[in-house]
């Protein structure tokens, strides 16, 4: 396995091969006709084409496996080296650019994901320093249910409402539902901040910036996997 892997390291063939490829994912971000013809966009010029980099397309969202995360992750990395030195600098640059990756996976729904966090950051401090056990508990409490309200909403309302009206001998129109992505996997990661926060096992956060970038750091936003805030 060895020499089968060094020969294919040092395959120039290979290696073209793969560069090609990934030169052509990121041409066709730019110049799939097809796409631009179904959405209307074909004789938009340039700025059109360009605009489609930075605009949610609910019919094409942002893959990591595409030539669209290709071109911007390169900017994205460009900039990052830049910013390498200014710990500061750098936290809101990743941030900045977790929420745009999220906002090309699901649109607005990542206002939805900020007031999550947000409340979570706020939340915790508050549970921490709660004068009584049942204090305590109280504030964890509301946390669960801002945490985890949306995702039943989402993910079971059709299916508890359509088990009543089943029990009840009706029908009902169902909801047309959009699940966000990634939704179950950042719910139960702020909440694991909220828990670790409230029982002292870290100190709270003070800066909103950082809770938010331990909770949308965009390679692990969609797929995990979820780690405990200590």
Do not use: C
Request: charged share 15%; aromatic share 20%.
């Amino acid at each position: 396995p060895g020499e089968r892997f060094e020969a294919i390291a040092t395959d120039h063939a290979f290696a073209e091969t793969l560069a090609v490829r990934y030169l052509t994912l990121l041409w066709r971000t730019f110049s799939d006709r097809d796409w631009y013809v179904a959405a209307g966009r074909w004789n938009a010029g340039p700025h059109g084409r360009w605009s489609r980099l930075w605009a949610y397309d609910s019919a094409t969202p942002l893959q990591f496996n595409s030539g669209q995360f290709l071109a911007l992750f390169i900017a994205f990395y460009a900039v990052y080296m830049l910013l390498r030195h200014r710990i500061g600098a750098r936290i809101v640059w990743l941030l900045a650019f977790s929420w745009f990756f999220y906002y090309k996976t699901s649109g607005w729904y990542l206002l939805a994901l900020i007031a999550n966090v947000g409340m979570m950051w706020w939340i915790a401090p508050r549970a921490r320093h709660a004068a009584t056990t049942a204090g305590r508990r109280g504030w964890i409490g509301f946390g669960l249910l801002v945490g985890l309200g949306p995702l039943a909403w989402y993910k079971y309302a059709n299916f508890f409402l359509d088990t009543i009206a089943t029990a009840a001998g009706g029908t009902r129109e169902r909801f047309d539902i959009f699940l966000p992505i990634g939704i179950s996997f950042y719910t139960f990661q702020s909440l694991a901040y909220l828990l670790d926060v409230a029982w002292k096992r870290i100190e709270p956060a003070k800066s909103f910036f950082d809770t938010q970038l331990f909770i949308v750091f965009f390679p692990q936003l969609v797929a995990g996997p979820i780690v405990r805030a200590q």
